[in-house]
C-alpha cells in the first residue's frame, strides 16, 4: 500500500490532534505526587504515560521536577 503526500499529511495531522486528553500543569502536578509514589513497574506503564509526556513536553514542569528532586536529595543528607 502506497500513500499519496495527502494522504500523509492527514494522517499526521489527525495522529497531532486525536490525542482525547493533555494534561495541563495543575493537573499534571496533582498526578505527580502518585507518580512519585509508584512502584518503578508502575512507573513505566500505561497509567502514567500522560506524566512522562508532559514531562517531555513542559520544560516548565521538567525545572519543576529537577528542582523538587534536588532538594529531596539534600533534605535526606
Ligand atoms: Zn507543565
Known sequence: MTLSHEQVR????SLR????????CDEWLEDLSTYLEATPTE???ETF?????????CSDCREEIAMMVMAL???SE
Open 73 to 75: 536529595c539534600l533534605s
Open 49 to 57: 504515560q500522560l506524566v512522562r509526556e508532559h514531562l517531555d513536553l
Open 17 to 24: 490532534f486525536t490525542r482525547d486528553r493533555e494534561l495541563t
Open 10 to 13: 492527514t494522517l499526521l495531522v
Open 43 to 45: 512507573k513505566l506503564g
